[in-house]
């Protein structure tokens, strides 16, 4: 719990959560729309009830791991393979516009510091999805 909240007060991690958080909520909303345009053509079922359910609880999901991923709980190797790994980019010059700001980027960050930012940015993205599920559970 020391490692989440030292986390959330650290100005770089919670940059690297936001940056993370927005594809995650823009991944769900299409999902969302695909959702309600493919599957559920008859609108038999609401997209805030149902799908932003769904697309909320999976979050959830991606949250918990990450938090067992702080406690120690951690895939097999197999997993870890050097196929799912993206190669380093090269460095093309200088970045003259933040000369005084030191700029780090998800990457730069230690192990620790990218499982907080990716729990902080699913849990960002579950309740941005799961508070209008709510919202028109209470209406209905």
């Not at 770089?12 to 959560?17: E, G, K, L, M, V």
């Not at 609880?57 to 790994?85: E, H, M, T």
């Not at 190669?87 to 003259?96: T, V």
Request: aromatic residues 12%; contains cysteine.
């Amino acid at each position: 719990m020391k490692k989440i909240i030292n986390g959330i007060k650290n100005r770089d991690i919670r940059h690297a959560a936001l940056q993370k958080a927005f594809p995650r909520v823009i991944i769900g909303l299409t999902l969302a729309y695909l959702w309600n345009t493919f599957l559920n053509s008859s609108q038999r079922l609401s997209i805030y009830g149902h799908c932003f359910m769904a697309i909320g609880l999976i979050f959830v999901g991606l949250a918990w791991l990450c938090y067992l991923r702080l406690d120690g709980v951690n895939a097999p190797k197999l997993f870890k393979s050097k196929l799912f790994q993206k190669p380093p980019k090269r460095k093309m010059g200088d970045m003259i516009d933040f000369v005084d700001e030191e700029v780090i980027s998800y990457e730069e960050l230690d192990s620790d510091g990218r499982t907080v930012a990716s729990l902080i940015s699913n849990i960002i993205a579950a309740i941005l999805f799961l508070i209008p599920c709510i919202v028109f559970y209470i209406i209905n």
